[in-house]
């Protein structure tokens, strides 16, 4: 009955194996087996957001999913955030905007609220109040009272307007090739992005292509 | 709290998953997992074995033919927001799919789960009721079709036998005056309904309601009928007073509890008004001018 089975994850791009038994929460393997605490877990309900990741680039509960059924699975916590190309090696926009706007004052909920705040802008780089909240609806915050967490993503989506926007995307490379001096790269010029310019390529660190 | 521990299968076809039904002792099926799997953590549900759905390709769907719109048991509520299909042609699966749970669980959690778990508050019941919709059901006998009105039995009980998997919910394609509607009332996301109404109206040519599906959401033990309300409805032409009068019906045949979100006459009151709005809605999507507007 307490047989573990292997599973492969590739967590914020690197592909991690462990074995779990098949009634272990994804945020357990997530907190205990691969060690990044960063995914909280609140309420043990389902009802609180807290522990929120992205499971192939859909924002899920982790503590409503058994972590064998991510098996094969590419998840993003928020330890992987500042990973992200879009984050040019520093705090990932969103994470910014939670600095800049005090979108936190415990901060027990912020990481569900990054990563569902993540979900909303892949799919919406624009979008309005009333979109920012629905796509929170899910996640529980007892001391902001939301307003700065709606601030905050609405800070993420215009800084990331800003660099695409930007001349030749300045703001990233300048950022980036200081980040990636040293890699090696033969191209001359390094924008930092994914399969760009000499940027990274795609599964670079034996993981799978992030889409 | 941890799940007690249990064997884990995951069927890759539907054989092979009603085999495995079949051959494990009282089995338990996970799809979307999103009511089951905090029922595993509090030990409320403690099965032996587990059969996960979730590797099922050939139950991932939701798509429309000539007869039906069918959704397969691996379709999400996200699925059914996102469906083309369904935000043009089926009003009720559009109303009801985003007031569902919240955006995460609505990634995860099935529309076939949600009425094959029969909890009374889930809103897919109500609006398979008023489309007469149907379950498919596959077991050791093959397959069985079962009408949503012989469905519900109790709170969590349907007349599903052991050892059958619903692997598709579907009702009927719109005729050409249709419309449909989902009402529900809740204090905020995530919460299930204090209570909500599931219309269903088809006209004919001269504008008269010819069938008419009303469904209702926690205010009775199972997803219920109204069936006095649809009944007044058929028929007659549209119009405020036609819809008071069911609005009335359909509040009279509910059975609500009294809560913590209110007092059962409290609810009531919902249904009558909810009722109505859900059939006026469901007058205007069908292309006859709004006549209710409360």
């Given at each position: 009955m307490t047989d573990e089975r292997e599973i492969t994850l590739t967590v914020n791009g690197t592909k991690r194996t462990i074995e779990v038994e098949p009634r272990r929460l994804l945020v357990h393997a997530i907190r205990?087996?691969?060690?990044?605490?960063?995914?909280h877990i609140g309420c043990d309900t389902g009802n609180c957001g807290a522990c929120t990741v992205l499971v192939d680039d859909e924002p899920i509960k982790s503590c409503l999913t058994f972590a064998v059924q991510a098996d094969g699975s590419e998840v993003l916590t928020v330890e992987g955030m500042e990973e992200l190309p879009e984050s040019a090696g520093d705090l990932h926009p969103l994470q910014e905007g939670f600095h800049e706007e005090h979108?936190?004052?415990?901060?027990?909920?912020t990481p569900g609220m990054i990563l569902a705040g993540k979900a909303l802008l892949d799919e919406n780089p624009d979008p309005d109040e009333d979109e920012i909240r629905e796509a929170i609806s899910g996640n529980l915050c007892r001391c902001t009272g939301y307003q700065n967490i709606v601030r905050s993503i609405e800070y993420a989506a215009d800084e990331l307007e800003a660099r695409a926007a930007a001349d030749g995307g300045t703001s990233i490379p300048d950022r980036a090739s200081n980040a990636s001096a040293t890699d090696g790269s033969d191209a001359a010029f390094d924008c930092g992005l994914e399969n760009c310019c000499g940027g990274p390529a795609a599964g670079a660190d034996g993981g799978e292509s992030r889409e | 709290m941890k799940a007690a521990p249990f064997e884990h299968h995951e069927p890759s076809t539907i054989d092979e998953a009603v085999s495995l039904l079949e051959s494990l002792e009282r089995p338990t099926i996970l799809a979307g997992g999103q009511s089951l799997v905090p029922m595993l953590r509090f030990r409320l549900a403690r099965p032996e074995t587990i059969v996960d759905i979730?590797?099922?390709?050939?139950?991932?769907y939701l798509e429309e033919d000539d007869d039906s719109l069918r959704l397969g048991a691996l379709a999400r509520h996200a699925d059914v927001e996102e469906a083309d299909v369904v935000a043009d042609r089926y009003g009720s699966f559009a109303d009801a799919a985003p007031l569902v749970a919240d955006p995460q669980i609505r990634n995860r959690g099935t529309v076939v789960g949600s009425i094959t778990q029969a909890d009374p508050k889930g809103d897919w019941g109500s609006v398979l009721l008023a489309h007469d919709g149907e379950v498919v059901a596959r077991g050791p006998d093959g397959e069985r079709v079962i009408p949503a009105d012989e469905f519900f039995l109790l709170p969590y009980d349907t007349t599903l036998e052991d050892g059958e998997l619903v692997t598709e919910v579907r009702v009927p394609t719109p005729a050409t005056r249709e419309g449909s509607a989902y009402h529900k009332l809740k204090r905020k996301t995530g919460d299930y309904a204090m209570a909500g109404v599931a219309t269903r109206l088809v006209f004919d040519d001269e504008g008269r309601i010819e069938t008419a599906g009303i469904g209702l959401t926690a205010v009775d033990i199972t997803n219920a009928r109204a069936r006095e309300a649809e009944d007044c409805l058929e028929g007659e032409r549209p119009s405020p007073e036609l819809f008071e009068s069911a609005g009335e019906l359909a509040a009279d045949e509910s059975n609500p509890e009294s809560d913590e979100h209110g007092d059962a006459l409290y609810k009531e009151r919902m249904v009558d008004v909810l009722t109505q709005r859900a059939l006026g809605d469901a007058a205007e999507r069908a292309g006859v001018v709004r006549t209710v507007t409360p």
């Open positions: 205990e087996d691969l060690d990044l605490t960063g995914t979108g936190l004052q415990c901060g027990y909920c | 979730n590797g099922i390709d050939e139950l991932d």
